[in-house]
């Protein structure tokens, strides 16, 4: 890499009167500053007019500009992907076989070379604006989608992007208890057109479906259809007309069930049990399953065709194993509401202890289940105490097991090898990600945030200025 003796890379940020401008930031990798001009004259072009940041820039999409890979750029992707989206911009104009597959592995969202001219420059703001758009989205689409973990977040602005950007069907692939009806209601509030959160939403529980009954559940049926069908009845496609259509636990169909429903799904027809005639309803269509449906495709027990016409975009919901930064933050709101309080409750440390070393094999579900149960015991003013815990779901031999170090950090460092990350930078990203989860568990306490980490005020004050320094 080309630099200039003594030249700290370079943040900026969009100048902030331009009305209509995308909330982004530039990073210049300490490269070559008639590059850097270049660069910043080709944005200016396309309405991006930058300024000097004093420091590191809070904005959450960004562009790293960089004429090789170092050390350095791959922190920086890393740690800005955790809150945002991330453009690498090669400004050299070179992109060596190999090297896209590795920049968006340590967090880049997408990787364009400048060409020197407009183009890339109108790339990037297109990028920008749409990711903007995705996040605003997110922000205002559904309030109950609690979680800040980058797993989390990256979740919900795939089902927004998704949700808003296209009218295709969504499968919603995840474990039991993962939040996947919410992020459905998200698709269906998210969506434009027809499908918008205006029209209703239409769920079905394709578990609970009766062989005998299910035609009628879904398409309705005629008055006289059968024994006991004393009225004409609509059915789940007949009500989700201009709405959504949600198919819960899609993976429990019955083979010829799935039959029938690959051609009303395929040509949005269908007639009502013990009718002749060919209704029409346009909806958009959302279905889950904990199954592994192409497992079930192979062993001939769900249709492939009918696979295909739902997995229009495929979507997978994390297990709260891979969020537990948001078990904390999870477990806060259903106390309020399980208390009816709200004010955020307080966790002593055994119980903090416990709440994010216990294992949810239920996921979310079970955690919310977990904390009404002790919100039902926990009484007067106060932190939630160990005592709230009830006996049966306190930890054997009353010590919380701990898996350290676990699967979860061997996979992170096994990808970060792979990617040619050194083991300073390793060391590093790992010791501030552990001072980040303590200060966030702490609610900003830097004094219980260092004695969780086993180090001084002094310590914990003097690495944070350290980063802060360096990202300046």
Not at 91 to 114: E, H, Q
Not at 191 to 203: D, Q
Not at 349 to 355: G, H, R, S, V
Request: proline letters at 4%; a negative charge; hydrophobic letters at 40%.
């Amino acid at each position: 890499m080309v630099r200039i003796a003594g030249r700290a890379p370079v943040w900026w940020h969009v100048l902030g009167d331009q009305v209509g401008s995308p909330e982004l930031w530039v990073y210049f990798s300490g490269g070559d500053r008639t590059l850097e001009e270049a660069v910043r004259a080709s944005l200016a072009d396309c309405g991006i007019q930058l300024v000097l940041a004093e420091g590191s820039s809070r904005e959450t999409q960004g562009v790293v500009c960089f004429t090789e890979i170092t050390d350095e750029l791959l922190a920086v992707l890393h740690e800005r992907s955790k809150t945002g989206r991330v453009l690498a911009l090669a400004i050299n104009g070179s992109l060596p076989t190999g090297t896209s597959w590795r920049l968006l592995n340590a967090g880049a969202s997408d990787v364009l070379a400048w060409d020197g001219g407009g183009l890339v420059a109108r790339q990037v703001l297109a990028r920008i604006e749409r990711w903007q758009a995705i996040d605003d989205l997110a922000e205002s689409a559904h309030q109950d989608l609690i979680g800040t973990s980058p797993t989390w977040r990256a979740a919900v602005r795939r089902v927004v992007e998704a949700a808003h950007f296209t009218e295709a069907p969504v499968l919603l692939i995840g474990e039991s208890g993962t939040g996947k009806e919410l992020l459905a209601r998200m698709v269906h509030s998210a969506g434009r057109g027809h499908n918008g959160s205006r029209a209703e939403l239409v769920t079905v529980d394709c578990s609970t479906l009766a062989p005998e009954l299910s035609g009628s559940e879904l398409f309705g049926h005629e008055r006289g259809a059968y024994t006991g069908a004393v009225s004409m009845r609509e059915g789940a496609f007949s009500m989700a007309h201009g709405g959504t259509l949600f198919l819960d636990e899609v993976g429990e169909l019955p083979l010829p069930l799935q039959a029938q429903l690959l051609r009303a799904v395929q040509e949005k027809t269908y007639k009502r049990v013990g009718g002749n005639v060919w209704m029409s309803s346009d909806f958009r269509l959302v279905c889950a399953t904990n199954r592994d449906l192409e497992e079930l495709v192979k062993q001939g027990r769900f249709r492939l065709d009918l696979y295909h016409r739902l997995a229009g975009s495929v979507l997978r919901t994390p297990p709260l194993r891979d969020r537990r930064e948001d078990i904390l933050l999870l477990a806060g709101h259903f106390f309020q509401a399980a208390l009816d309080d709200d004010a955020a409750p307080e966790f002593d440390p055994a119980m903090t202890e416990y709440l994010l070393h216990r294992g949810y094999p239920g996921n979310v579900r079970e955690l919310r289940q977990l904390v009404e149960r002790i919100a039902h015991r926990h009484v007067g003013p106060g932190p939630i105490t160990a005592g709230d815990i009830p006996e049966e779901d306190r930890p054997a031999g009353g010590e919380v097991a701990r898996a350290w170090p676990g699967e979860d950090l061997e996979r992170a460092i096994a990808d970060a090898v792979t990617m040619g990350v050194g083991l300073k930078e390793i060391s590093q990203v790992t010791a501030e990600t552990a001072i980040r989860i303590a200060v966030q568990s702490e609610n900003g306490n830097l004094q219980r945030a260092a004695r969780r980490l086993g180090v001084t005020d002094r310590a914990l004050q003097l690495r944070r200025a350290e980063k802060s320094k360096k990202s300046g």
